[in-house]
């Protein structure tokens, strides 16, 4: 049972490349979300999902995109990098009120 | 809205010392969720406990105790005799327990980072 799982574990843009986050969940749960994480401000929410064809705005949603095609998989795009997005990225699914974690991507943006 | 303070940025303290990491939310609603994690410096979100706002009893793990007072709106948690390996950044988070609108989304507190010297 792998959980929740995020590639990559670290990531190089310059300012401008687009990339995909990925994050994929064998748990069957309809909740996704990605948070992003920065120094002296917590985990701040991106988007968020509540099933297979729905999403929805957080927080923090300028500069990304996302789309939800199934259950298991919920990617985050950067269109057009910019150094502000340079982050620790965490996907996340839930069950009931309970939040699991995947191990972070490191993004940094020169 | 909610929100979730956690005032103590950092704290530093000796081994076996005891210390408490406190942590204040706000929210209109009537029933939510209370959360604490642990961060340690390997980067990945570690769950400590989830607590109800119909259940005020407090929880006792191990070293760990968690003390959740409504009418101060505080969910206090403290590490008794505390090791070198609760070195960690620790956070408090707050969800709403009805799904509709944010869906039970969790909010967190800014973190404070543990360390605990030898």
């Known amino acids: 049972n792998a959980g929740v799982t995020q590639t990559p574990k670290f990531q190089v843009l310059k300012t401008g490349q687009s990339m995909t986050l990925q994050c994929a969940q064998d748990?069957?749960?309809?909740?996704m979300s990605w948070y992003r994480q920065d120094p002296g401000m917590g985990l701040r929410l991106i988007h968020y999902?509540?099933?297979?064809?729905?999403?929805d705005q957080g927080e923090v949603p300028n500069g990304y995109n996302v789309s939800r095609s199934t259950t298991e998989d919920f990617p985050l795009r950067l269109l057009s990098a910019a150094p502000s997005q340079t982050s620790v990225y965490f996907c996340?699914?839930?069950?009931?009120?309970?939040?699991?974690f995947g191990s972070g991507t490191q993004l940094s943006v020169l | 809205a909610q929100k979730v303070t956690q005032a103590q940025t950092e704290i530093s303290v000796v081994e076996k010392e005891d210390v408490t990491l406190d942590c204040v939310y706000e929210?209109?609603?009537?029933?939510?969720?209370l959360f604490w994690y642990k961060q340690p410096p390997s980067g990945e979100l570690v769950f400590l406990i989830r607590r109800n706002s119909f259940d005020e009893q407090n929880e006792i793990s191990g070293r760990y105790s968690w003390n959740f007072q409504k009418s101060t709106s505080s969910f206090n948690f403290t590490i008794t005799a505390s090791q070198v390996v609760d070195s960690a950044v620790y956070f408090c988070?707050?969800?709403?327990?009805?799904?509709?609108?944010?869906?039970?989304?969790?909010?967190f507190g800014k973190g404070t980072k543990l360390s605990v010297k030898p």
């Open positions: 988070a707050l969800s709403e327990a009805s799904y509709g609108g944010s869906q039970g989304n969790l909010i």
């Open positions: 929210t209109r609603d009537t029933t939510y969720y």
């Open positions: 996340a699914s839930k069950r009931g009120a309970e939040l699991f």
């Open positions: 999902s509540v099933g297979a064809g729905i999403t």
């Open positions: 748990m069957n749960h309809e909740y």
